[in-house]
């Protein structure tokens, strides 16, 4: 079985774009982040993979891709660091906490906006979400391109109780994580 990326990130450092930094692993940025979740018990069975790629078109512009990864499947892998209502709301508590720090520099990746997106459901079901079943139907990451390429999110959930479609949501999220369109079918 392969490995599952449970969170991921893109960090934006000015050092690394201008080339005053060399090797991005010398980045400060990366070197925070990583820290910053190295602190967090319940994450310490994940290990992170780092890579680097340029998103520019006309002028360069490299981001920093960091992963942090489960040898098990998504929902194995979630279902071990706890529930998935309380594991979305955790990410989104450290999420915030970095974004409040390191504003336009982190950028969030399909598996972090998964779970900003089962996290907004949550918070809006309430504890008729411990009720539901969730089903993701539809995920796609969209690239926008300019002078450099810029991302977002498109997720369908369906919720269901016993077999019976009872809601669908339609969450956008931009590359910071910031829902741009919460609605319900």
Excluded: C
Aim: proline letters at 1%; glycine letters at 4%.
């Amino acid at each position: 079985m392969g490995n599952t990326v449970i969170f991921d990130f893109y960090l934006n450092d000015n050092d690394v774009v201008t080339g005053r930094i060399q090797d991005f692993r010398d980045s400060k940025i990366l070197i925070e982040v990583k820290n910053e979740f190295k602190k967090e018990s319940d994450l310490k069975n994940l290990y992170i993979k780092e890579s680097e790629q340029n998103f520019g078109y006309s002028v360069d512009w490299p981001q920093i891709i960091v992963e942090w990864l489960a040898k098990d499947n998504w929902v194995n892998a979630i279902s071990n660091l706890g529930e998935l209502i309380t594991f979305s709301s955790y990410f989104y508590l450290l999420f915030q906490r970095l974004k409040n720090k390191y504003k336009d520099n982190l950028r969030v990746g399909l598996a972090s906006s998964k779970l900003i997106a089962l996290n907004t459901i949550f918070k809006r079901e309430k504890e008729n979400s411990k009720r539901f079943n969730y089903e993701i139907l539809f995920e796609k990451e969209i690239s926008r391109q300019e002078a450099f390429e810029e991302k977002d999110f498109m997720f369908v959930i369906r919720r269901t109780l016993e077999g019976k479609d009872l809601v669908i949501f339609f969450i956008h999220i931009d590359w910071l994580g910031n829902i741009k369109i919460f609605y319900e079918i």
